[in-house]
């Protein structure tokens, strides 16, 4: 097939667009001739993936590319008002070429943000939208059921968010790979900003030390050069300085790893590539694995009112010694063979 995937492809790299890439890979290795534009204000550092910015470029860009394709598939957290013109668009253009429509919701705020729609602008663009997919794909239950105020459920599908890891030689393993080995369990900040909540958080729990023992650290702040940052955390930290690691914002092969062995992953709120109220909140999200793929049955979202870092960060140490939450959709069907046969249908 010929495939045309709409979302964010670009660093610095979380569960939306990790899903993204994995999705791609998993494509093109069965094949399928992939083409990718990237939504995301920030770069692709895939050459092969066009980068779009503005509304008219992105369209321009889109019309171009959806020639001679079989599927047009867009990708979103699915509450910024570019982002759903830029959706709309995506499925007008896919119905003018007759193209195979699908759009996937990544599981952020839009079972909030979504209710608070203008009807007469963001309301009636996600009703048109979905009234004219052919597919609509949403990673959570809760999603999913918000979402049919919009429309009835007759298109929609809950396929759950999932990001491959491939299988790590242990002769070429990284040193990142081969010091996350060695731990029990792994905590993973992403997107860490300065100042920033999540920034908060990171320093209360190593104040407290609230880490079981021998717990993995992963940080990979967004801004470059960050070795400032990383002197503050290492200095606060202590002996835990032992247990830290710190990944480039735009390294993907060791983000892949540390996802690969993370419990939990915490970052600022995001949608689309842009980063949003990360002064006040911040998500954590359990993980679970499942053969060579992570996938995230429940997510934490902390919004900050007064003095609670502390909270937070008691709060994180619970989850971080509770076991793995199970998926009912696991059982049904692997989540990237429902989506080629979503394509196929």
């Known amino acids: 097939m010929r495939i045309l995937l709409i979302g964010n492809f670009a660093p610095p ?24 534009l990237n939504i995301s204000e920030n770069p692709s550092k895939n050459p092969k993936i066009v980068d779009t910015k503005s509304v008219l470029g992105f369209a321009c860009t889109l019309l171009h590319h959806c020639r001679k394709k079989d599927v047009i598939h867009f990708l979103t957290k699915g509450y910024l008002r570019v982002g759903l013109l830029k959706l709309m668009a995506s499925i007008f253009a896919g119905k ?41 794909i949403y990673n959570d239950r809760d999603t999913y059921e918000v979402a049919s105020m919009y429309r009835k459920k007759a298109n929609f599908e809950l396929v759950p968010s999932f990001v491959h890891v491939p ?109 949003f109220f990360e002064r006040f909140s911040a998500s954590a999200a359990k993980t679970l694995r499942s053969e060579n793929s992570i996938y995230f049955p429940g997510t934490l979202v ?9 909270m937070c960060a008691n709060f994180i140490n619970t989850m971080l010694s509770a076991g793995p939450a199970d998926i009912p959709e696991l059982k049904n069907t692997d989540p990237y063979t429902r989506i080629k046969q979503i394509y196929e249908e």
């Not at 070429?97 to 839009?110: A, D, P």
Request: glycine share 6%.
């Open 96 to 136: 003018l070429f007759r193209l195979k429509t699908v759009i996937t919701f990544h599981s952020e705020l839009f079972s909030i943000l979504g209710q608070m729609r203008s009807p007469f602008g963001g309301t009636q663009t996600l009703n048109t939208s979905f009234f004219l997919a052919d597919k609509i």
């Open 13 to 36: 790299y979380e569960e939306e667009n990790l899903h993204n890439l994995s999705l791609l890979n998993m494509l093109e290795n069965d094949g399928h001739q992939c083409t990718v």
């Open 167 to 275: 299988q790590e030689n242990p002769e070429k393993a990284s040193r990142v790979f081969r010091r996350l080995q060695e731990k029990e369990k792994v905590i993973m900040f992403t997107n860490v900003k300065y100042p920033s909540y999540v920034f908060n958080i990171i320093m209360s729990l190593i104040k407290n030390n609230l880490f079981p023992p021998g717990t993995g650290i992963v940080i990979s702040f967004s801004e470059k050069p960050a070795s400032k940052f990383h002197r503050m955390i290492e200095e606060s930290g202590g002996k835990l300085s032992e247990d830290m690691i710190f990944v480039e914002h735009d390294d993907l092969q060791s983000t892949m790893l540390a996802f690969s062995k993370a419990d939990i992953i915490i970052r600022p709120l995001s949608c689309d590539g842009e980063t």
């Open 302 to 310: 902390f919004v900050k009112e007064g003095r609670t870092a502390d």
